[in-house]
């Protein structure tokens, strides 16, 4: 069993702390996953919150041991998309402006410098694109639950991400970065 299920057993049993270990433990990377689908840094967290919010008060939900990352990130999702939909006014844009908080959460996740080049890279694929590399190689979620994320079959997350890999590759090169 790993670790996130077995907090999330003690947060079943009562003990919350299982629930607080959690959130501390997949806050920043979900807030920075928000943020790629071009939510601002406020609007990010609170939608992140929402999200743990929503895993509290519903908390008989979840199976333990069917991906505890998987089932927060569709949360998430859901809540982005509906949010977006909600204020379809808002413009979404590839380039935002960066706040102090997102300097603080980026350099938590992206820790070697390389990723800033990389970085730069991914803000040049498509929004789709950009989430499917995210959840596959920053976040290392199967492609099944990745799937189950984005609402797409196994067979096109599969297509779909050799193309965007094809298409990053390509990007990086013309940027100089030997891959």
Same mark, same amino acid.
């Given at each position: 069993?790993?670790?996130?299920?077995?907090?999330? $057993? %003690?947060? %079943? #049993?009562?003990?919350?702390?299982?629930?607080?270990?959690?959130? %501390?433990?997949?806050?920043?990377?979900? &807030?920075?996953?928000?943020? +790629?689908? /071009?939510?601002?840094?406020?609007?990010?967290?609170?939608?992140?919150?929402?999200?743990?919010?929503?895993?509290?008060?519903?908390?008989?939900?979840?199976?333990? *041991?069917? *991906?505890?990352?998987?089932?927060?990130?569709?949360?998430?999702?859901? !809540?982005?998309?509906?949010? &977006?939909?909600?204020? #379809? $006014?808002?413009?979404?844009?590839?380039?935002?402006?960066?706040?102090?908080?997102?300097?603080? &959460?980026?350099?938590?996740?992206?820790?070697?410098? @390389?990723? /800033?080049?990389?970085? !730069?890279?991914?803000?040049?694929?498509?929004?789709?694109?950009?989430? %499917?590399?995210? =959840?596959?190689?920053?976040?290392?979620? @199967?492609?099944?639950?990745?799937? /189950?994320?984005?609402?797409? #079959?196994?067979?096109?997350?599969?297509?779909? =991400?050799? $193309?965007? +890999?094809?298409?990053?590759? !390509?990007?990086? !090169?013309?940027? *100089?970065? @030997?891959?």
């Amino acid at each position: 069993m790993n670790q996130d299920d077995e907090l999330y $057993r %003690l947060f %079943l #049993s009562g003990d919350n702390t299982g629930f607080e270990e959690l959130v %501390l433990r997949h806050k920043n990377h979900l &807030i920075y996953y928000l943020r +790629r689908l /071009g939510l601002n840094f406020a609007d990010a967290e609170d939608l992140a919150q929402d999200a743990f919010v929503t895993i509290l008060l519903n908390k008989e939900q979840y199976k333990v *041991g069917k *991906g505890f990352k998987t089932y927060l990130y569709t949360i998430a999702h859901n !809540k982005a998309v509906d949010f &977006i939909r909600k204020n #379809s $006014r808002m413009v979404l844009v590839d380039e935002h402006v960066e706040t102090e908080d997102d300097f603080l &959460i980026e350099k938590h996740v992206l820790a070697e410098e @390389s990723k /800033g080049i990389l970085n !730069k890279a991914i803000k040049e694929l498509l929004p789709e694109e950009q989430e %499917l590399i995210y =959840l596959v190689e920053f976040e290392e979620l @199967s492609y099944k639950d990745v799937a /189950g994320v984005m609402k797409l #079959s196994l067979a096109q997350v599969k297509v779909k =991400l050799h $193309r965007t +890999r094809k298409k990053l590759e !390509k990007i990086l !090169k013309r940027e *100089g970065f @030997s891959i």
